[in-house]
């Protein structure tokens, strides 16, 4: 026996318990299970989790989120040591040799009893190629998703036709930008530094990374400026949804667009990967303003090692981390393939909401022996290599003659209503507190781990967390995901459960 079987036991009571159970009581309960964590070592981050949660009828408010800040410049500027200088600990790697950071890196820092997010990136260069290419896209997307901006350049050096082009950059961004002019180690070199008012983005403001002076002074700057809830997730809120088109090549993709826009928005030819750069729209369906983008098909990873298909698909997945809700499209014509799993899989890794379009249905005709066929094998392909997003709003579609595209909307907006959704502490704790009564984790090495409290850290995907006594078993984890859905539904939406766990204080 394995997986969530082996937790089934005695005949399910637990949905009509809740339905039973009085709100006002499992807060109470709530309320002393999580004072009775103050018996057990807690982290910081355990206890700014549990002071944003607050109990009652309207349930749990949450942490807003962190003002992010991103690093930005050319390489070997010294960006990764800023990062280091900020944090406080070497925890960016740091090399003489230009392009060590490659990815866009998250960490979380505090000056002066302020917490946000520092963001480090990769240099930047305009005329990059392969992997240095990949790397200046990330850039790129950091400076969207930031609310400062820091644009690093080596005053030793002063400003290059590179660093201009950047500048470019940052003033169509609209973002807030500090001109930070790096290895400035003494007074002597001051003047170096004042030579970048040139660029045009206000004061230069001289520091060394590596000795830390001046840092303490930019940070204070900084933080005049720095919201203290990131306006990039309050815009999240507001205005269109957004919704990425992703699939394979060919799968009609940009067909499904242009049907939704109700016209010819975006090239779509037989040829497979005519879409290169995500398209942007903004479609009137159902009633309502949705920002549709239409991506690159993703193709196999032995085609992404070089070439135009490489940016293509580096472009959708910055496409999908921007998006809401991604709708992957499938052909009903062809066998479910790995590559399809593939895209799903990155959708799910990305915490994005989901809907699986059908695509192609017309091709299925009632009154063919082969397309009844194909039905039939394509459910059966569904149940097996699809079981693990059961849970995804499924629409049966033909992107050609915009059959069934209105049955899109309610698909999407259950998938997002999932997405927003939130349990009150109070209704979590009982609900896992009915469950543990009815099927107990199972005892390993002599030992069985206990859930002390649990509570939900977040929307946009659903994420709990549980603080425990002990590692819970993944099945049991997968358990308790499968009655999250049973009970509160969550369809069209990932769900993250994770463990924290901690051992009593010593006396």
């Not at 950091?142 to 644009?151: R, T």
């Not at 590559?339 to 017309?362: P, T």
């Not at 704790?429 to 984790?441: D, G, I, K, R």
Request: charged share 30%.
């Amino acid at each position: 026996m394995s997986g969530e079987e082996e937790y089934e036991g005695a005949p399910d009571r637990l949905a009509e318990k809740l339905a039973d159970l009085d709100e006002g009581l499992a807060d109470q309960r709530a309320e002393t299970l999580r004072a009775s964590l103050g018996d057990y070592e807690l982290d910081d981050e355990d206890a700014a989790l549990l002071a944003g949660v607050t109990l009652g009828e309207d349930g749990i408010e949450y942490l807003p989120a962190l003002p992010v800040v991103a690093i930005v410049g050319r390489p070997n500027v010294g960006k990764s040591a800023l990062v280091n200088r900020i944090l406080g600990r070497r925890e960016a790697v740091v090399e003489d040799t230009p392009g060590v950071t490659r990815d866009r890196v998250t960490y979380k820092a505090e000056w002066v009893g302020r917490r946000f997010t520092i963001v480090d990136t990769g240099g930047w260069e305009p005329d990059a190629r392969g992997i240095d290419r990949s790397v200046a896209a990330q850039a790129e997307v950091a400076i969207d998703l930031c609310d400062v901006v820091l644009f690093v350049v080596d005053a030793m050096v002063g400003a290059t036709s590179t660093d201009e082009q950047v500048v470019r950059l940052l003033r169509k961004s609209g973002k807030p930008v500090f001109l930070v002019a790096n290895k400035v180690d003494d007074a002597r070199h001051e003047p170096e530094a004042a030579a970048l008012w040139n660029l045009g983005l206000g004061e230069p403001r001289p520091i060394s990374a590596i000795h830390g002076r001046g840092v303490a002074d930019l940070l204070d700057e900084i933080m005049k400026v720095l919201p203290e809830i990131s306006a990039v997730a309050k815009q999240e809120i507001g205005g269109p949804r957004r919704v990425a088109i992703l699939g394979r090549p060919n799968v009609g993709k940009s067909s499904l667009l242009n049907k939704a826009a109700g016209e010819e928005r975006v090239v779509v030819n037989e040829l497979a990967g005519t879409t290169r750069d995500p398209v942007d729209e903004i479609v009137d369906l159902g009633g309502k303003l949705w920002r549709f983008v239409d991506t690159a098909g993703i193709r196999r990873r032995v085609h992404l090692s070089q070439g135009a298909d490489f940016y293509a698909s580096l472009r959708t997945s910055a496409a999908l981390e921007k998006a809401e809700v991604a709708v992957v499209v499938l052909d009903v014509s062809e066998t479910v393939s790995e590559q399809d799993v593939r895209i799903i899989d990155l959708v799910l890794e990305s915490g994005r909401a989901l809907v699986l379009a059908y695509n192609k249905w017309d091709r299925l005709n009632d009154d063919d022996m082969e397309g009844i066929e194909r039905r039939r094998y394509l459910e059966r392909e569904i149940e097996q290599d699809l079981a693990h997003v059961a849970w995804a709003p499924r629409v049966n579609i033909s992107a050609r003659t915009g059959r069934h595209l209105d049955k899109l909307v309610p698909a999407l907006e259950t998938a997002l209503d999932s997405w927003d959704q939130r349990i009150p502490t109070g209704k979590f704790n009982a609900f896992l507190s009915e469950l543990v009564a009815e099927h107990p984790h199972p005892v390993r090495g002599g030992k069985q781990p206990r859930i002390l409290f649990g509570t939900q850290a977040s929307t946009r995907p659903p994420t709990f967390v549980l603080f425990t006594t002990g590692f819970l078993d993944p099945g049991y984890r997968r358990f308790i995901q499968r009655r999250l859905r049973e009970l509160y539904g969550f369809e069209g939406s990932p769900i993250v459960v994770n463990m924290r766990v901690r051992e009593k204080r010593q006396r």
